[in-house]
């Protein structure tokens, strides 16, 4: 073999041994294990099925029966109550035959009761005075009937001119109500478990066993950022399930957020926002609203059965 | 020289003993450094990812770039996630926690929280094989919430094709929307450190914030310890005993919104805003819905800052110093 093609045939050698080289430098990148741009950890976790919640049903077809009177709405303490938010009522009053007032912005609680046969108390930002107070429990005397309406101590956004910042609204109406027995709490229920798409959102039934005709029918209602009320010696009409909790941190339990009174002659609820459109339809919330009309349609007549319905003592469990 | 004076010379040097010992002390002492530097030289790298400031989405980028960074760079062989971070926006922080799970994929990653892993930033390291938490760390606010835009309709000005065009659903709908969200991050916290937790799900529901030591009582985080301790234990896991630290620092701005979080950084770039940054006016209704994963305390700030002059980033307070 002559010199050159020695040389010639190690040329050769090398050059395969570089494309080698080269050809090895771009499969093995494509062997080797993602460097993370594409591909990755699955995510069960991200089940869809498991993220989305299921809806408490919402129907309302609830027909308010009746013969209601006059409903005077209380406008003259500052009540936190519009057309809207308790539009599912006033809807409800009027198909039942009632006629449905409103108190003036600064006064005429005591003239509108001479004329009315239920009176609404809805979230009142300023307290009932004694005149105030004595005027509804001479109407209660007479067989008149109260529908009150609390709401748990709230911070909103309030803005003044340039002035913006957080306030507290309470619902004063401690006054008005303990005279009947009944008490409002202050702190907000929630309950992670029993809920309507969200922790504020509880879920309430007739505590068992009761036969009360206030919650005749009534299998479930959703409220809506709501707070515990009692009555002493009253019949409880709706309780949250075991698992709420109150934003005190009190030890979970079936909290009361409907009552009667004693007398039967006032309904508390710790909760106004179940009677706004959007919600008046979920579960048996407008089923409520009907035996709401027909407890104002009794008004006038006999009182005193339905408080001894169960005898059950309207505090917490 | 002729040819064959070179001919017998080459042939007398291959034959020469010296010569090829020269030659190959010439060589060795070329190679010799080399071989010291490779003699002396750590095991592997362990890399340090700050998670610093609000989780926006230039922050998610960076920290996303950092971590992709880690994953690509074969010298690296651990992650440590420094978090000093209240959260941010919802998408932002999911980002991050679908990028730390990829990287937990691929390398150990260890976690060390410095003054805070909330929300969404907890979200971020939450997929971390190892979490560490000093006494005064503050770790948790696993939740979301939304600011969702009001309901228009009906409205003469703008002709909407559907009924929820203008505001994606009632208030009721996004109720469950954010359930949804909370089932997500809940769902995704448990998946990361379901064997580590000892709270529950519905009490990690609640959102609370806990000290460093409750955390690590609850299972959110699972050693008292700093950064050093989180580097050390990423180089045991990746089975370096002896390793170099790299810090991969996301390029960018870090924008804080709470001056404990701004003041712990070690971050020569930063800037302290307002909260309104994410949360905007709380007296202006979001025009799009706006899903947050942040403390509770920033919305009270927000509505402080509401009150008085408000800050506009750029006018905000700028870090010059040093770290």
Known sequence: MSEGRTVATRLLVTALVALLVVGLAGIVPLLAPSSGIDGGPDHPEYDADRLAPERLEASGNANPRGDVGVVLFDRSHGNRVEGEEVSSLVRAVDQAGGEVQFTGHSGGLASGLSEADVLVIVDPATSYTPSDVDAVERFVDNGGRVLILGEPNRKAVESEGLEVGLSTRRSKVTTVASPFGISFGTQYLYDMEANDGNFKNVVTSPPDGTNAEVVDGIDQVALYTAVTVEANRGTVLLRTARTAERSDERTPGGFPVAVLSPGGNVMAVGDKTFLAEEYHAVADNDVLVQRIVEFMAQANQEAGQSSADTGETATPE | ?323
């Open chain 2, 1 to 323: 020289m002729s040819a064959s004076k070179l001919r017998r010379f080459l042939h007398r040097a291959t034959r020469s003993w010296v010569l090829f010992a020269v030659l190959g002390l010439v060589v060795g002492l070329l190679v010799a450094p080399f071989a010291f530097q490779a003699a002396n030289s750590p095991d592997g790298t362990v890399a340090v990812v700050p998670i610093e400031g609000g989780i926006d989405g230039a922050n998610a980028a960076s920290v996303s770039a950092a971590l992709q960074e880690a994953r690509s760079d074969p010298s690296i062989d651990a992650v440590v996630l420094v978090s000093n971070s209240p959260g941010g926006g919802a998408s932002a922080s999911e980002t991050l926690y679908l990028e730390v799970s990829r990287t937990a994929e691929q390398m150990p990653v260890v976690a060390s929280v410095d003054a805070m892993a909330a929300s969404g930033a907890y979200y971020a390291i939450a997929p971390a094989d190892h979490v560490y938490a000093k006494p005064s760390s503050l770790v948790g606010s696993v939740g979301v919430f939304v600011q969702r835009p009001q309901d228009p309709q009906p409205i003469d000005e703008v002709v909407a094709s559907g009924p929820k065009k203008l505001s994606g659903g009632n208030e009721r709908d996004w109720s469950y929307k954010t359930e949804s969200l909370r089932r997500a991050f809940v769902g995704a916290v448990f998946a990361s450190r379901g064997d580590n937790l000892t709270i529950s799900e519905e009490e990690l529901s609640k959102a609370g914030l806990f000290t460093g030591a409750q955390a690590v009582e609850n299972g959110m985080a699972d050693e008292v310890g700093g950064s050093s301790e989180a580097i050390r234990a990423a180089a045991d896991r990746a089975g370096l005993d002896d390793y170099r630290v790299k810090v991969l620092r996301p390029g960018g701005e870090a924008v804080f919104i709470s001056r404990a979080n701004y003041v712990a950084s070690g971050t020569e770039d930063k800037r302290l805003v307002s909260p309104n940054y994410f949360v905007g006016s709380l007296t202006e209704e979001p025009t799009v819905p706006n899903v947050l994963m942040l403390p509770p305390s920033v919305l009270a700030a927000s509505a402080d800052e509401a009150s008085g002059p408000t800050a506009a980033p750029n006018e905000s307070e700028r870090q010059e110093g040093t770290p």
